[in-house]
């Protein structure tokens, strides 16, 4: 049993002490992670509280077990309500579900069908003792708000109230599972190695169907959900920005960018570019604010050639557009800005993107091209391996 107290009563040692206790009177090892809750400007405490308790939970799960929580039908409720009460669709509506992937393990909450009044009935006849938070009653709070004043009359004008709403819950629930099986058939093809959504054959899609593509990517990414306004302004504002433009959609610390004929989502703010060369040794990888750089001697395959004795080597950024280079394999030299734009590498990545030199020379650019002047004739070099911010496999030359 883990017990997360907040540490936001002064009765949170008393209910910690009583969970001990009623676990070691069953023979069962209860543990207490105890949390501060610190709230920021505007945030709610319901919200912020949630969030660092599943935190705690996470920590204390061990990859492959479940953690089952006691969640159940009136609870249900009361989250379905207050989806409705944000506006959600029908990923929001369909409320908890019975079991999900939770923390390398699965979260289940098995009594979710079951009133709360059937349990509290059990628990009476059965005898046992609990401990009552009395912020319950403080209807302050949304949740509490429904429990004690709004789900009661509805349950009174209309009995069976509860049991109606959660199997609401569950249509939209098995309506939301068959969207996200059509989604991902949608996706399948339209997401570049990097991420990106390829918007190419979209124009003669409905509205309905671009929008829950988006949602589908944006989840894959890993997104915080926009609005449903502001979903709609991808499409006329992002996607249809005339084909100069380097549009660009935020919403909180997120964007959209458009380019190449794909969508991006990416920081608000981009992470800025070191402003001075960076050290490159072999076999020690480099972070940087864009991705991870590895270089590796190899005997083998190498397009690069190995530095020579006493040849300085480092990692550049922003150099200028209009620098001429003559990559291997090219009849003639041509700038870093149309090279920048034959690589596809989008406007907002080229400050950061790395680029190796000797001695300030500039030899290869990772993931794209070595010059003619560094290349490695007899396959013995550097393998150069770069792996861009949110990439799950490197770029190698």
């Known amino acids: 049993v883990e017990h997360v107290p907040h540490s936001l009563k002064p009765q949170a040692d008393r209910w910690a002490t009583h969970c001990t206790e009623v676990c070691a009177t069953y023979g069962i090892r209860c543990q207490v992670a105890r949390v501060r809750v610190e709230l920021?400007?505007?945030?709610?405490?319901?919200?912020?509280?949630?969030?660092?308790?599943?935190a705690a939970l996470a920590e204390a799960m061990v990859s492959g077990t479940a953690l089952l929580t006691?969640?159940?039908?009136?609870?249900q409720v009361e989250t379905l309500l207050l989806a409705l009460k944000r506006g959600a669709g029908p990923r929001g509506l369909a409320a908890m579900p019975v079991s999900?992937?939770?923390?390398g393990g699965i979260l289940v909450r098995p009594l979710l069908e079951t009133p709360r009044a059937t349990l509290l009935a059990l628990a009476e006849r059965a005898g046992w003792q609990w401990v009552e938070d009395d912020s319950n009653q403080d209807v302050r709070f949304d949740r509490n708000f429904l429990r004690q004043q709004v789900l009661p009359q509805l349950n009174a004008r209309w009995p069976g109230f509860t049991a109606t709403a959660a199997r609401s819950a569950a249509l939209c629930a098995e309506q939301e599972a068959l969207l996200e099986e059509l989604a991902q058939r949608d996706l399948a093809g339209r997401v570049t190695p990097a991420g990106g959504l390829r918007l190419m054959g979209l124009d003669d899609w409905s509205l309905p169907r671009r929008h829950h593509l988006l949602r589908a990517w944006l989840r894959g990414?890993?997104?915080?959900?926009?609005?449903?306004e502001q979903l709609r302004r991808v499409w006329p504002e992002v996607v249809l920005a005339r084909a100069a433009a380097t549009p660009c959609?935020?919403?909180?610390a997120q964007a959209i960018r458009r380019y190449d004929d794909a969508l991006w989502l990416t920081p608000a703010r981009l992470p800025a570019a070191p402003t001075s060369p960076a050290a490159l040794v072999a076999d020690q990888p480099l972070a940087l604010p864009a991705g991870r750089l590895v270089v590796s001697a190899i005997q083998q395959g190498a397009r690069l050639r190995?530095?020579?004795?006493?040849?300085?080597?480092?990692?550049?950024?922003?150099?200028?557009?209009?620098t001429l280079l003559h990559p291997q394999g090219r009849g003639l030299p041509r700038?870093?800005?149309?090279?920048?734009?034959?690589?596809?590498?989008?406007?907002?990545?080229?400050?950061?993107?790395?680029?190796?030199?000797?001695?300030?020379?500039?030899?290869?650019?990772?993931?794209?091209?070595?010059?003619?002047?560094?290349?490695?004739?007899e396959g013995s070099g550097w393998q150069v391996q770069w792996w861009p911010t949110g990439s799950a496999t490197p770029l190698t030359l």
Do not use: N
Not at 249 to 252: A, I, P, R, S, V
């Open 40 to 54: 920021a400007p505007r945030q709610s405490l319901e919200a912020v509280a949630r969030q660092v308790r599943y």
């Open 70 to 75: 006691a969640h159940h039908q009136d609870d």
């Open 100 to 103: 999900q992937p939770f923390a």
């Open 221 to 228: 990414q890993g997104a915080v959900m926009p609005e449903a």
């Open 249 to 252: 959609l935020q919403w909180g």
């Open 306 to 322: 190995a530095p020579r004795p006493g040849e300085r080597v480092e990692v550049c950024f922003g150099l200028p557009g209009q």
């Open 335 to 377: 700038s870093l800005k149309k090279l920048w734009h034959e690589g596809r590498v989008a406007p907002w990545l080229r400050a950061g993107w790395p680029v190796i030199c000797y001695d300030g020379e500039v030899v290869a650019i990772p993931g794209l091209w070595v010059m003619r002047q560094a290349a490695s004739p």
